[in-house]
């Protein structure tokens, strides 16, 4: 993969440099024998907004193009808008294949990530680039909500440790600009409970995903750009979401997901966590709020980061983690209804908040 500063400019797009090679670059016959899709012209580009920062996309589908537009659109880019990695992802006719995606495999080197969905369909990431490259079928391409939740998520979270985000497998509540972090395992609870307190005022932030950054000394948390994913039986604590609900079925799991719009603004922003607490479910009748010590933070903190990432980027993990166990902690005991949950989550918060005032 080229770097960035290696590219070849083009002439009518927004964008200041794409890595598609100039006609006269292509070796003889090459525009005749391209099996490995290499100089597929990507001529739709666009600057995303991501977390602060601005990814560079190019594509050789508008379709591609709008909906990657739209998913970023609530969030704000880089100051001055100069781009600091580059996704450039192909479409093909060939092979035709539709729902539901193929299982996923993946693996990593030093500076390399790849992961494909099938035989023909990837993404990689080379970090030394700066660089994503994907490639899909036209029939996944047109599923918007595996697009987004499979491969477009895959992408970001394999290139968030160079845009300075450490990533962790959370639930986001937040009162204003105060936000908790909640953890727990699958099936815990996190996602209805984190709904339920949206319904009793608070904002639902992010949902299995929230990407944290020391900006000047202080803890910032994101929320991913990926709807809301509720597990089949959550709907029978929430049957106002069955007629919105849009189901994704990969492998033997179906999910039900719902835009992030409906739980929160317009605009993304990041808040500041000032707490975190892990969900226990089926662990109490009556809930149970106990408090966590720094060492347990720290271990429960390491066991959910939502990406593996390069040791490149210990030093940032570590210090983004050090101001994590700082905060208080909890554990949160409860029976089998979220609601319940809920009702500790906003007053836990609501807590914080008055303190942190």
């Not at 292509?26 to 977390?51: E, K, N």
């Not at 166990?325 to 005991?333: D, F, G, K, Q, V």
């Not at 500790?344 to 908040?353: G, H, V």
Request: glycine share 6%.
């Amino acid at each position: 993969m080229k770097r960035m500063e290696d590219t070849v400019p083009l002439e009518g797009v927004d964008s200041p440099r794409s890595t598609v090679p100039r006609c006269e670059d292509i070796p003889a016959g090459s525009q005749r024998r391209d099996p490995l899709r290499r100089f597929t012209p990507t001529p739709y580009t666009a600057g995303l907004p991501v977390m602060g920062r601005t990814v560079q996309l190019e594509t050789n589908s508008l379709r591609i193009l709008e909906h990657a537009a739209e998913l970023f659109a609530p969030y704000p880019g880089s100051p001055d808008g100069h781009p600091e990695f580059l996704w450039r992802i192909v479409i093909q006719s060939h092979p035709q294949m539709n729902p539901p995606w193929p299982k996923r495999s993946a693996f990593s080197d030093h500076s390399l990530r790849f992961a494909e969905f099938g035989q023909r369909n990837f993404l990689a990431v080379d970090l030394d680039a700066r660089e994503g490259i994907g490639f899909l079928a036209e029939g996944l391409a047109e599923d918007e909500l595996g697009l987004t939740s499979l491969f477009l998520d895959n992408m970001f979270c394999m290139s968030a440790g160079s845009l300075g985000l450490v990533s962790l497998r959370a639930d986001c509540v937040a009162l204003g600009q105060k936000g908790l972090l909640v953890f727990g395992p699958p099936n815990s609870g996190k996602t209805t409970a984190s709904y339920v307190a949206a319904k009793l005022g608070l904002e639902f932030h992010a949902d299995e995903g929230v990407f944290v950054e020391l900006e000047a000394g202080r803890l910032r948390a994101w929320g991913g750009f990926w709807p809301v994913a509720f597990r089949p039986d959550a709907l029978q604590f929430l049957p106002e979401l069955q007629g919105c609900a849009r189901p994704l079925s990969y492998l033997d799991f179906t999910f039900y997901h719902v835009e992030k719009p409906r739980f929160q603004s317009n605009q993304a922003r990041p808040v500041t966590p000032v707490c975190c607490v892990f969900l226990e479910r089926q662990a109490a009748n009556v809930p149970c709020l106990s408090p966590l010590a720094r060492i347990e933070l720290s271990r429960r903190l390491a066991e959910d980061v939502l990406f593996k990432d390069d040791d490149r980027f210990a030093q940032q993990h570590t210090t983004v983690f050090k101001a994590l166990e700082r905060l208080p902690a909890y554990h949160l005991s409860y029976g089998s209804d979220p609601a319940v949950a809920a009702t500790s989550l906003r007053k836990i918060l609501m807590d914080q908040s008055e303190l942190a005032c």
